[in-house]
């Protein structure tokens, strides 16, 4: 090192004026992009010491400064670069989203220690690789993975998409970036249709209609191996309920007009086990259609299963319709007749493969 650069980093590692050593740091950060092409490995290490050591001591302002000035550089100094992302959010934000030099281990470490607005960040950063996702579904919050599965540089595995799937079937903020993204596996896709909105099952059923074949063989072997994964013990009512709709499914009775009968007479785990069976998917997505009293999706069910159509109705007046459904009946019809019957076929293969899995 020559003995001018040797000069700026002494006169700086031992400057007692924190305003002498605010002006000697932008100084010698500045000596440090100037020497690039000059600087060897030894004295890239050399300025990055001495740049941590008098950082430490630094106010965030300045710190601030050097994180904006660094986040963009291709070969900063990485003990700064690694300090840096770990400070407080005002500092670590602009390395944390920009510079291609934290690795997956320093991210990651970033993630499990720090903020929510540090994990957000990293969500946020041009590339995200598997690891690090898998770090940001495991400790983010909601906004964190919304951040994530909107950024088209984000690797997210299946284990991690799964995960996502999960949490936005219960968080509406996040149905849009998960829709959206094209790569969330087909299976994971339709689980999601019976929780969205009407704009986005018309962005699932497009998707669907694309679909080869083998494609779509393996999306249903994976509804049915993650249900088969997922299922749970059912309760004393829940069984005595399934055995009745049993009965009357081979004596050959189930149909619209027992479920009608059953929710009058307020037998709800019956009526639940009866729709499942009628229309051929799991409890579980009957269950919530009925609870967030979802017109469309029932008349997805309804369509898809050949109920006819004044019975639809009835079923959405009684189960559906809330305070003024004897006067929505024409409009629940209309909404019957608008279902495109082959895209509901499409859509409901996915709530079969559930259904047997449910069952096996």
Known sequence: MTQARFAKLIDLAQAQSSARRRDLLREVTDLFFETASTRSARETALFDEV??????????????????VFADAA????????????HAFAIAGPVLKRSALLDDQALVQVVERQSQDHINAVAARAMVS??????????????????????????????????VVDRARANTKLHAGVIGRRDVPLDLLNEMYFVVETALRDQILERNASVDPATLDKALART???MRKAAGDTSAETRNAIHYITQKRNSGELNARLLVSLYREAKTQHFLCGLAELTGVDRETATDIIARKDMDGLAMLCRASDVERPL????????????????????FGRMYNEVPIEAAQRAMRFFKVRKSAEAA
């Open 224 to 226: 049915r191996a993650r």
């Open 130 to 163: 598997e690891a690090v996702s898998d770090a940001i579904v495991q400790h983010g919050d909601d906004q964190a993975l919304d951040t994530l599965v909107r950024n088209d540089g984000a690797s997210i595995s299946r284990a991690s998409m799964e995960t």
């Open 75 to 86: 070969d900063a100094p990485m003990g700064l670069l690694t300090d840096l992302a770990n």
């Open 312 to 331: 639809f109705v009835t079923l959405a007046v009684l189960a559906c319709g809330g305070d003024d459904a004897i006067g929505r009946a024409e409009e």
């Open 51 to 68: 740049l941590q050591l008098v950082a430490a001591e630094m106010q965030e302002g300045v710190l601030a400064e050097l994180s904006e």
